[in-house]
């Protein structure tokens, strides 16, 4: 069983900024954040695989960065200038195994799940 374990979330005012962590139990091929507000579908916001290769949401493009410790399982993600629209629980993903870069952005191409990091953005 993968676990993932995630930290760093909190409550900031706009334009502040928050560094959440990820980690895996095991080694993983691709993680991914993806955030969602009560009512509303999980919506992804950004991923990246083992090689390097990385794609955001254009939601947060410019504003979040990711990044890995493969070393350490560990997946990263340095959000800066937050905005109110960026309140959510923030869930970390992972899959082990290869997957097609098109279907990354996809919840389900990720099979472990954390158990959520509360982020909120007050103006």
């Known amino acids: 069983q993968v676990q993932l374990v995630e930290s760093g979330g909190g409550s900031v005012q706009t334009g502040g900024s928050l560094r959440l962590s990820c980690v895996a139990s095991?080694?993983?091929?691709?993680m991914a954040w993806f955030r969602q507000v009560p009512g509303k579908d999980r919506e992804w916001v950004a991923l990246?695989?083992?090689?390097?290769?990385?794609n955001y949401a254009d939601s947060v493009k410019g504003r979040f960065t990711a990044s890995r410790d493969n070393a350490a399982h560990a997946f990263y993600l340095q959000m800066n200038n937050l905005q109110p629209d960026d309140t959510a629980m923030y869930y970390c993903?992972?899959?082990?195994?290869?997957?097609?870069?098109?279907?990354?952005?996809?919840?389900?191409?990720?099979?472990?799940w954390g158990q959520g990091t509360q982020v909120t953005v007050s103006s």
């Open positions: 990246m695989t083992k090689p390097g290769g990385v």
């Open positions: 993903a992972a899959r082990q195994n290869f997957g097609a870069w098109g279907t990354l952005r996809e919840d389900n191409a990720y099979n472990y």
């Open positions: 095991v080694d993983c091929y691709s």
